[in-house]
């Protein structure tokens, strides 16, 4: 069952409501989960889960099954190499241990010993331990406003876990745990082999981006329509000039003593501020538009709403930039 995101729910109804808002999509460099030192550039995947038998095609559990960790190890490699973050990254997809885990984790921890002599074998200066991957499975009756009977599904639930070790360290520098749920239409074809295999897969890319910077398409909105130059911007916006159509939007802006376009103009400039990476005078120009917005209406909405998306990329870059230093913030 596909998620729909509350950001794209929230654009939608600008869209619906006022014809002058448009909206479109960037890709977004966003920061990951976890920052790494410069100097940890060599990675190895291990496969630290259980060993499962052979999961039957014929089967479907309702119940707690355990993920693959040679179907998750490989993906998560990857995954990982796909991001281009690291130097280098190794698979060790045999699995380090057997049935015996910790009756509360379900996993068993890496020793100080245990790691020293992998990261040494390997030549790594870490390891990232597919620890587990927890999968619990039961059917649910799903409602749709569109449909007038309920349907079965079977939903999934899944809880990836991995821990980072580094040499030298008695305990894992990290432990990180992602928690996610999909549902399926039950059909002949559902089975133990299907579900394992792609919920494994899954998991290891739901640890990724918690893993690497990453990029995310991301929505924003901007006024058309209303000036000559207001049309004309949007022409440059759609080419990616947004040198260009910050140049008209801010004649638009000083052309006008007050009123919606002198706002709207505005409330673009600062549009086409943080498309050119300059967060603080974006701030400055919505200010501006904030200013000329009357209470409880559309604009002064759109005008909050850009607020909460410019507070929250000016909290990540610190760290973005951090994570992007072994790249001299090429990005």
């Known amino acids: 069952m596909k998620k729909t995101s509350w950001l794209y729910v929230f654009i939608a109804c600008f869209l619906a409501s006022c014809s002058s808002i448009q909206s479109f999509t960037f890709d977004e460099l966003i ?29 479907l559990t309702l119940g707690s099954l355990e993920g693959d960790g040679k179907v998750a190890s490989e993906m998560l490699a990857g995954g990982l ?19 015996e885990v910790h009756p509360f984790t379900g996993h068993r921890m890496l020793t100080s010993q245990e790691v020293d002599k992998l990261a040494s074998e390997l030549g790594v200066d870490m390891l990232f331990s597919l620890d587990r991957i927890a999968i619990h499975t039961e059917r649910k009756q ?18 990836p876990t991995l821990s980072v070790y580094v040499p030298g360290r008695d305990k894992p520098m990290r432990v990180l745990t992602v928690r996610d749920s999909v549902y399926w239409d039950i059909d002949p074809s559902v089975s133990d082999k299907a579900v394992i295999k792609e919920i494994s897969e899954r998991a290891s890319s739901l640890l990724v ?13 901007y006024f058309s329509g209303g000036s ?46 943080e498309m050119q990476g300059d967060i603080n005078q974006a701030f400055a120009w ?14 002064e909405q759109a005008i909050a709403f850009y607020a909460s998306q410019l507070e929250k990329r000016k909290e990540e870059l610190p760290k973005l930039e951090l994570q992007m230093s072994r790249f001299q913030n090429k990005f």
């Open 31 to 59: 920061p990951a989960e976890t920052s790494f030192p410069e100097q940890l550039a060599t990675v190895a995947v291990v496969n630290n889960m259980v060993a499962i038998p052979v999961p039957k095609p014929s089967l």
């Open 81 to 99: 190499a796909d991001s281009r973050y690291f130097r280098q990254i190794i698979i060790c997809d045999s699995a380090l241990q057997g049935k």
């Open 142 to 159: 799903v409602v749709y406003p569109q449909l007038s009977v309920p349907f079965e599904a079977l939903q999934v639930q899944l809880a």
């Open 209 to 221: 981006p918690h893993l690497t910077p990453h990029w995310e398409n991301t929505a924003r909105i």
């Open 228 to 273: 000559p130059e207001m049309r004309d911007a949007v022409v440059y916006l759609r080419e990616n000039d947004w040198a260009g159509a910050q140049s008209l939007w801010e004649s638009v802006y000083e052309s006008r003593k007050k009123g919606n376009l002198k706002l709207k103009a505005a409330f673009n400039a600062a549009l086409a501020c």
């Open 286 to 299: 919505l200010v501006k538009a904030k200013a000329l917005a009357k209470p409880a209406t559309e604009e």
